[in-house]
Each structure stands twice: as structure tokens, then as C-alpha cells.
């Protein structure tokens, strides 16, 4: 294998935006921000818009988002 040639690969923190979940794992992601664990290191933080704690697959949870008025615009242009 050649040296130097493959990314640092270290531990990171995944922190969920939409939710208060955060979790701990290894990536080659490197973020300026930082975020003290509960072991007390400092690890960088990776702000993710969705994980498992926020999906709806895993929460069970559907949400019906209405974007540009499609319902309207269907009602209105096949109404009677």
C-alpha cells in the first residue's frame, strides 16, 4: 500500500440539526467546529440535517410538506 496517499481518518461528531441527537464515530470529514464529548475530548462537529433520531422512516413519524401549493394548484386546475 502507498504511504501518504489516503485521508486521515479519525473520530468526528455527527450532530443532527432538526433534533438534540448527536453521535460519536470515525470519518475522513473535518469540520473547523469543535464540540467537547462525554469523555471530555474535543472532537470536530458535522452538522447533518437528518439522521436516524429525525427520519421518518425510523421515527414513524410522515410529514405532509405542501411545497409551492401543489395541492392548490391541483384542486384549482381540475375542479369542476
Known amino acids: 500500500m502507498k504511504k501518504d496517499i489516503h ?3 479519525h ?3 455527527f450532530a443532527d440539526s ?4 448527536k453521535f460519536l464515530t470515525r470519518s475522513t470529514m473535518t469540520s473547523p467546529e469543535t464540540i467537547v464529548w462525554e ?6 462537529v458535522i452538522k447533518v440535517e437528518v439522521s ?9 413519524k410522515n410529514l405532509f ?3 409551492a ?3 392548490e394548484k391541483f384542486m384549482k386546475r381540475y375542479k369542476k
Not at 18 to 21: A, E, R, T, V
Not at 39 to 44: A, E, I, L, R, W
Open 18 to 21: 432538526s433534533s438534540d441527537f
Open 39 to 44: 469523555d471530555g475530548k474535543t472532537y470536530p
Open 7 to 9: 485521508p486521515k481518518y
Open 52 to 60: 436516524s433520531a429525525s427520519h421518518p422512516f425510523y421515527t414513524g
Open 11 to 13: 473520530d468526528v461528531v
Open 65 to 67: 410538506v405542501d411545497t
Open 69 to 71: 401549493g401543489r395541492v
